[in-house]
């Protein structure tokens, strides 16, 4: 996987081109509260928050939350247009961060595991913010359990290429439980559309996500010439969804 440097890449359209409406918020909000204590408030870390897409909504809806954030523009954009009363941001990454050991009760990784560089080391780093009985909500996707995005079809290798930056679910559990986590809860979310598929087609053309990064340009340009006649057949289409694994595990 090309890393992404997002101090200099995808920072100034990642809020617009990953913006969620408010019924996509709901949704996921609802399958977060399914495996959470009921007991309010609870601390709460988002580990890759970015811009802050869920912080605000997070806090809203369980407690004060921390952002923890290593690129220096996408916390920028976050504490900007992503305020509110019970959230703050700060600089860390899931392998190193400065929270003292068992401040929280829970953590949101949500499309942020395959940056981590060393794994290990984040899953321990999580087991210490965590107190025991922690829940880490880990919305990542899977190379054996891949949710096979509809837009995929039309670039180059794209399903070969995406499901390649991720690990197959039994490392993933097998990276966790040898530091002390059981596997709580696995499922998957379909999130609504978020609208037609002229919408998406210009959100896609922003490039804020990592698949596109490691595409040639050649790849690139075939892609979305692809995209862009399939959609030109129905633009006002409703954008297809699917269902995306959501993995939920606790500290013992």
């Known amino acids: 996987m090309r890393s992404i440097d997002y101090d200099t890449e ?26 959470l204590p009921e007991r309010r408030p609870l601390a709460g870390l988002d580990v890759g928050s970015g811009t802050g897409r869920f912080t605000p909504a997070l806090a809203q809806a369980f407690g004060p939350v921390t952002g923890v954030e290593p690129s220096v523009r996408m916390r920028e954009v976050a504490q900007t247009h992503s305020q509110h009363p019970g959230v703050r941001y700060v600089a860390g990454t899931a392998e190193d961060m400065p ?9 949101l990784m949500f499309l942020s595991w395959h940056h981590v560089q060393d794994k290990p080391r984040a899953a321990r780093e999580l087991a210490r913010v965590l107190r025991p009985g922690g829940r880490l909500l880990l919305r990542a996707n899977f190379s054996d359990h891949h949710p096979r995005p509809w837009w995929l079809e039309y670039f180059p290798r794209g399903y070969e290429v995406d499901a390649s930056l991720f690990q197959p679910l039994h490392e993933v559990i097998a990276t966790f439980t040898s530091v002390g986590w059981r596997v709580a809860s696995f499922g998957t979310v379909t999130e609504p559309s978020p609208g037609t598929c002229g919408d998406m087609l210009e959100r896609l053309r922003l490039r804020t996500l990592s698949f596109f990064a490691q595409l040639s340009p050649d790849e690139l340009e075939t892609g979305f010439r692809r995209l862009e006649e399939a959609v030109a057949a129905d633009p006002g289409a409703p954008a297809p969804v699917f269902a995306e694994p959501l993995l939920t595990l606790e500290l013992r």
């Open 99 to 107: 929270m003292p050991s068992g401040s929280a009760d829970y953590a």
């Open 10 to 35: 995808q920072y100034q359209d990642y809020a617009r081109g990953r913006a969620l409406t408010q019924r996509q918020l709901h949704v996921w909000i609802s399958a977060f509260e399914a495996v």
